[in-house]
């Protein structure tokens, strides 16, 4: 019965196989660089369909986005950007096709070379009804795999061939990094420069910054924070390894006596101490900001030690210590702001 | 359904000889025919009302009545008016037109659109086709329908057309970016890319709601809108088709029946990105309040394993039942999508259209961005960062009250794979065997330490 006997998988194999290669043919057959992209498209899209008919979804799902979205978005980009006569309709000539048709034989040479060398390839399966064929569905095999996990290797017996199986983590990291870096390049590359854009009306014009006074007291203050945060900002990150060595008295007395000034440093977990060195750098960061006439540096001021209080809050120490902190973060603050806001010329007034 | 199918023909046709056995071709090709003729209804149909809406909604925004006499009382024939005058329409082809890549675009753009409709589920398991990546697999076809619109840009031979060709493929490129960051975290917080699976996850209360699952999630659902409205080429971000500038864009040229599959694309997307976000976001095709999965089955009629309607996960049988509730389903789904496509027009007949170089400062100043912010908090969520600092729990539970979805299987697997001396599986020679153990299935520990004998 001839309904029975024919084979649907086999036949959309070959649709979808003399789709691509027509299609392929016609990208290399047409003179017109637009209809060529569409081809490709289409070529590329059959191309996936093969690769659903597999079964691997994953891959097909690749193909369209990668080759048949990203690739001719831009190729398309790209002919309709330099769409000029010549190359509208291209003139093949003998030379070229001679070349083309040389290098189109030889890869064509390689795959069928290739294809013939794989032994389970040479005979038909007879076992065809029993391919677990829905496992390919599944792409988990495929990102365990690009996690640094090769679940198709578990039963890899050699110990040192093992340690050689633990997936493509490494070469996925370098991969995302270079492109990361091209990304960031062509970013660079395509940005307006600094100079015409200046040039531009509506751009903010800053305040003239000549005569602009700076209130001693206030510069000595700002001074003195940075100091003082940067000072303890050290501290902190300082605290996780001489931990130990303050408890076994090992710089002598008067150290530790130092050392236990600011309380309960013992019991707190190291990553607060991480967190509030962080914020004590913030805050020297934020003072650097005031220094050089910008508002929002004030706002972060009070801002930070708010945070650093939770942190502590968090972090399981003493109430007492925390009200302190916040007292001694946010009073020169305060402070800061009053003197910034008073005076004949006030300096809140000429800041940005 | 293909065995269904197949049941039936041996039913009706069993007395010529003719034997259909379950795997028969002949019932693949009439489900597949099933399939296909049921979502292009859902394009053409939806189509249909959703243009008489957006009329309505438009007449309505401006303080005016919309259509009002072809067909009744609300005017809900009028896009069958319209789709008469179509196809009455002259189709002209310009003089300088690549003819056959004009001819040939609005039949590019619109199976892009339909495409997208083969993997998304409309109820439990009721998807044409359910892909394994079938997010992955939306993304990546909702990304071609730009094509159709650059060809038709190009084919045209018309500057107007060439000028909005460009728009939108400058827009689409660049919102693929934000979108894919976006989908990416409801996968990461179900940890599957199989819309069914996101779905049933939800299932449950409202409150299960992968938009209720934390602020991030919540905030990244407006960044996904806003995206979505841009990839689809709507109103504010309409530049290709800007009619105050360029005619009408790509399809100044076009005219009757070519022109309205133009449209049918453009609404058959709007339906497609807000039923993506509705099984994402607002819980796919469960309700708000879980009512077949509370209704007890009927005496005398088939229920589930737990004694109520809805399907369990893992049932494959059919049951009338179940059936309903999966109507029930399709149902919630379809009202969850034609809300955003509402919302959509909303927009549109609300917002002046942004210039070219707004788009792309949205895009890539402020959609960019947030989406990268939301994502990495979604992460945090999703990993208990920074709580796990200080007290590292069980893990079975985070700090939000969340039950983790779902312990990735690398996790699982590592020590297995890494740390043990070779806890060999059976095949001593087989390097280019299948490649599956048990993996796939969510069983990772299942290897078995059987023959321990060395590799040559």
Not at chain 1, 254 to 260: M, Q
Not at chain 2, 219 to 245: G, H, K, M, Q
Request: glycine share 8%.
């Amino acid at each position: 019965m001839i309904l029975a006997d024919i084979n649907v998988h086999s036949c959309l194999f070959l649709l979808f196989a003399l789709l691509a290669c027509g299609l392929a043919i016609a990208v290399a057959a047409t003179s017109n660089v637009v209809r060529m992209a569409f081809y490709l498209t289409l070529c590329l899209g059959a191309t996936s369909g093969l690769f659903f008919l597999a079964g691997s979804e994953f891959v097909g799902s690749m193909q369209l986005m990668i080759y048949v979205g990203g690739t001719l978005v831009l190729l398309i980009f790209g002919v309709m950007l330099t769409a000029q006569s010549r190359f509208i309709s291209m003139q093949t000539h003998a030379g070229e096709w001679v070349l083309g048709l040389m290098v189109g034989a030889s890869l064509l040479a390689l795959l069928v070379v290739a294809s013939r060398g794989v032994e389970d390839w040479q005979q038909k399966r007879t076992d065809a009804a029993s391919i677990p064929l829905l496992d390919a569905h599944d792409s988990t095999a495929l990102g365990l795999g690009f996690s640094g996990l090769r679940v198709d290797q578990l039963d890899q017996q050699d110990p040192v061939l093992r340690a050689g199986m633990s997936g493509y983590l490494l070469p996925f990291v370098i991969v995302s990094m270079h492109l990361l870096v091209v990304l960031i390049g062509a970013s660079y590359m395509a940005r307006t420069k600094r100079m015409s854009t200046s040039r531009l009306p509506d751009r903010p014009i800053a305040a003239p910054r000549t005569d602009r006074r700076r209130n001693v007291f206030v510069a000595g203050l700002l001074v003195i924070g940075m100091v003082i945060n940067l000072v303890a900002a050290i501290k902190m990150f300082a605290i996780i390894p001489l931990r130990p060595m303050i408890a076994e008295n090992k710089f002598g007395e008067a150290v530790t006596k130092l050392w236990h000034l600011v309380p309960p440093l013992d019991t707190a977990p190291q990553w607060a101490f991480i967190f509030l060195g962080l914020l004590f750098l913030a805050n020297v960061l934020l003072l650097v900001v005031v220094w050089n006439w910008q508002k929002w540096g004030a706002i972060g001021l009070v801002i930070v030690p708010l945070i650093q209080a939770w942190v502590m809050s968090q972090g399981g120490f003493r109430t007492e210590d925390i009200v302190g902190n916040l007292a001694i973060g946010l009073l020169p603050v305060i402070l800061i702001i009053v003197l910034l806001c008073t005076g004949k010329r006030p300096m809140w007034s000429q800041m940005e | 359904m293909a065995q269904f199918f197949n049941h039936v023909l041996n039913w009706l046709l069993g007395w010529t000889g003719l034997a259909f056995t379950d795997g028969s071709w002949s019932g693949y090709i009439l489900a597949a025919g099933v399939h296909i003729f049921l979502l292009i209804n859902v394009v053409a149909v939806g189509a249909l009302i959703f243009i008489w809406m957006e009329r309505k909604i438009a007449g309505r925004i401006q303080d005016r009545l919309g259509p009002t006499r072809v067909g009744g009382k609300f005017g809900w024939l009028q896009t069958l008016a319209d789709g008469v005058k179509l196809v009455a329409k002259e189709d002209v082809t310009p003089k300088d037109a690549d003819r056959l890549l004009f001819k040939l675009a609005p039949y590019v753009s619109f199976a892009a659109s339909f495409t997208g409709y083969m993997a998304l589920p409309f109820a439990f398991g009721w998807a044409a086709q359910e892909v394994n990546v079938a997010v992955f697999f939306i993304v990546a076809v909702l990304g071609l329908e730009v094509f159709g619109v650059i060809l038709a840009g190009y084919a045209s031979g018309s500057k107007w057309s060439l000028f909005g060709g460009m728009r939108e493929a400058a827009q689409v490129v660049s919102y693929e970016v934000p979108i894919g960051l976006c989908i990416v975290v409801p996968v990461l917080v179900v940890g599957s890319m199989n819309l069914v699976t996101i779905g049933e996850a939800q299932a449950g209360l409202f409150t299960n709601w992968l938009i209720l699952h934390d602020p991030f999630t919540f905030l990244i659902f407006w960044v996904y809108f806003t995206c979505a409205i841009a990839s689809v080429n709507r109103a504010p971000f309409d530049l290709a088709e800007a009619e105050s500038e360029l005619v009408a864009g790509f399809h100044t040229e076009y005219s009757g029946l070519r022109w309205s599959f133009f449209f049918m694309a453009e609404y058959g997307s709007m339906f497609l990105v807000s039923g993506l976000a509705a099984v994402l976001f607002f819980g796919g095709w469960n309700g708000p309040i879980p009512i077949f999965h509370m209704l007890p089955a009927v005496p005398g009629l088939d229920g589930s394993p737990s004694g109520h309607w809805a399907y369990e996960q893992d049932e494959t049988s059919w049951r009338i039942l179940g059936f309903l509730a999966n109507v029930g389903g399709v149902h919630n789904l379809i009202f969850k999508a034609a809300v955003g496509v509402t919302v959509m027009m909303w927009i549109r007949w609300t917002l002046p259209r942004l210039r070219i170089d707004q788009v792309m400062t949205t895009c890539l100043k402020y959609c960019v961005p947030l989406a990268a912010i939301f994502f990495i908090g979604a992460l945090c969520v999703k990993m208990d960062f920074p709580f796990n600092l200080w007290s590292p729990h069980d893990h079975a539970k985070d700090t939000w009250g969340h039950t983790f979805a779902e312990v990735r299987e690398s996790w699982v697997l590592a020590p297995n794979a890494v740390g043990e001396a070779p806890a060999a599986k059976t095949a001593p020679a087989a390097p280019a065997k299948p490649a599956h153990p048990a993996t796939a299935k969510g069983e990772p520990v299942a290897l078995t330490p059987a023959s321990k004998e060395p590799q040559p």
